[in-house]
């Protein structure tokens, strides 16, 4: 959310047609809840374009990349590594200590699949739970972000946007740069 250290969402463990709208929805969630980045497996079919395009229609900045995904990148990474497990320890009790990490240095968030290699687990300087019950990558991802950014991320500005939403109590309005109505939000949501 353009402070200092980056924050990177990296998705491991995608199975190809069974994950791709799972794959998808940590992308578009990275990006609507202030992570500045996302990194997802090569093989997750056109999850990534779909995130580059909602980023091009609904504004930034935020990077989108693609590429092969196992553990040496948490191995790898220049900063903090927080993997989301429901093994983990509460993110009610180490939210506050990941910010500060955060505050120092950049910030990868691993979100996995099925089943996650331990190296995962040994390299993250934080193994954290949002409740240590079952749930999805996507859940998990929200609400750790949220906790992350303090809510700040829901106030966000976002740049370079073709169309942007305009809230209303009832009914869809979105309008172009120039403020004119936009047609169609291409989110697939319409
Ligand atoms: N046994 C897995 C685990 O370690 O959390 C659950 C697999 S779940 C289908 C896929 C991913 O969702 C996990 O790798 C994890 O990133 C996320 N996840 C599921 N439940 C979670 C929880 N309670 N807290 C944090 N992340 C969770």
Excluded at 26 to 47: F, H, K, M, Q, S
Excluded at 94 to 104: N, P
Aim: glycine share 10%; hydrophobic share 35%; aromatic share 6%.
């Amino acid at each position: 959310m353009h402070e200092d250290n980056e924050v990177c969402v990296v998705r491991y463990g995608h199975r190809p047609g069974r994950d791709d709208r799972m794959t998808t929805h940590v992308g578009l969630t990275a990006r609507a809840l202030g992570a500045d980045r996302v990194i997802l497996p090569d093989n997750a079919g056109n999850a990534a374009d779909t995130v580059r395009d909602i980023t091009d229609r609904f504004g930034g900045p935020f990077t989108v990349e693609s590429r092969t995904v196992g553990p040496s990148i948490a191995r790898n990474w220049e900063g903090t590594v927080a993997h989301l497990t429901m093994y983990g320890l509460p993110v009610q009790e180490v939210e506050q200590e990941v910010r500060e990490a955060h505050a120092e240095e950049p910030l990868l968030v691993v979100v996995g699949g099925e089943k996650v290699p331990f190296e995962f687990y040994d390299e993250a300087a934080f193994n954290v739970a949002v409740t240590n019950q079952p749930h999805s990558e996507v859940a998990g991802l929200a609400v750790f972000l949220d906790r992350l950014f303090e809510g700040r991320e829901l106030d966000r500005e976002w740049t370079d946007a073709d169309r942007t939403v305009v809230p209303e109590a009832t009914g869809k309005r979105v309008v172009d740069a120039d403020g004119d109505p936009a047609h169609g939000t291409g989110s697939g949501e319409e």
